[in-house]
T-cell receptor, first 123, second 106 residues
Framework: QVLLQESGPGLVKPSQPLSLSCSVS??????????WSWIRQSPGKGLEWIGY???????YYNPSLESRVTISVDASKRHFSLELTSVTAADTAIYYC???????????????WGRGTLLTVAS | SSELTQPPSVSVSPGQTARITCSGD??????VHWYQQKPGQAPVMIIY???ERPSWIPGRFSASSSGTTVTLTVTGVQAEDEADYYC?????????FGGGTKLTVL
């Protein structure tokens, strides 16, 4: 059973950067068949994919957030991270980390999720 | 990936069959995956690769695919199935979710 646990500041001021971390246990972060992903959900809204990072460090992002997002991985420390710059109230959301399963097919799906961490942007 | 369209809500009585659709042009070439999200909880994958069901998901959940529409079916709905359901698809380097469907058990 793969367990993911998000951690973050809870509250960030507008225009400041935010940084979230996801610790991974029960699974090998260096596995060839997995991307390590961030997904967010604004209050009362749907799910939005932010991006993913492969164990090599290669990352891909949602085009709508690409200019402000960086996702990185530290396989030796069994965690990966999200950085989002110039936050506004629109970035207030529950942020989930998740494992994306890839394989002999195009695309991927999210088979394990963290419980999520609420990030509020307010002064 | 492109947009995925779901109905905002579906309502059924206990024991009936609920069907939730997910439509999008990209689905002709990409798999769809389904997630269940109960209030205050993280999403849980219930169907992957259009029709595959993890062993720990009850058999009353199934899905079918036809062209650019995929349908999640819950046969014999139970009160505990009341939740939001999201479809998701992905290309090689991006992913998109449908807007979600709230399943209400009357």
């Amino acid at each position: 059973q793969v367990l993911l646990q998000e951690s973050g500041p809870g509250l960030v001021k507008p225009s400041q950067p935010l940084s979230l971390s996801c610790s991974v246990s029960g699974g090998f972060i260096g596995g060839l068949d997995y991307y390590w992903s961030w997904i967010r959900q604004s209050p009362g809204k749907g799910l939005e994919w932010i991006g993913y990072v492969y164990y090599t460090g290669s990352a891909y992002y949602n085009p709508s957030l690409e200019s402000r997002v960086t996702i990185s991985v530290d396989a030796s420390k069994r965690h990966f991270s999200l950085e989002l710059t110039s936050v506004t109230a629109a970035d207030t959301a529950i942020y989930y980390c998740a494992r994306a399963h890839v394989g002999d097919f195009t695309g991927f799906y999210f088979d394990f999720w963290g419980r999520g961490t609420l990030l509020t942007v307010a002064s | 990936s492109s947009e995925l369209t779901q109905p905002p809500s579906v309502s059924v009585s206990p024991g009936q069959t609920a069907r939730i659709t997910c439509s999008g042009d990209a689905l002709a070439k990409q798999y769809v995956h389904w997630y269940q999200q109960k209030p205050g909880q993280a999403p849980v994958m219930i169907i992957y690769k259009d029709t595959e069901r993890p062993s720990w998901i009850p058999g009353r959940f199934s899905a079918s695919s036809s062209g650019t529409t995929v349908t999640l079916t819950v046969t014999g709905v139970q009160a505990e199935d009341e939740a939001d359901y999201y479809c998701q698809s992905a290309g090689p380097n991006n992913a998109v979710f449908g807007g979600g469907t709230k399943l209400t058990v009357l």
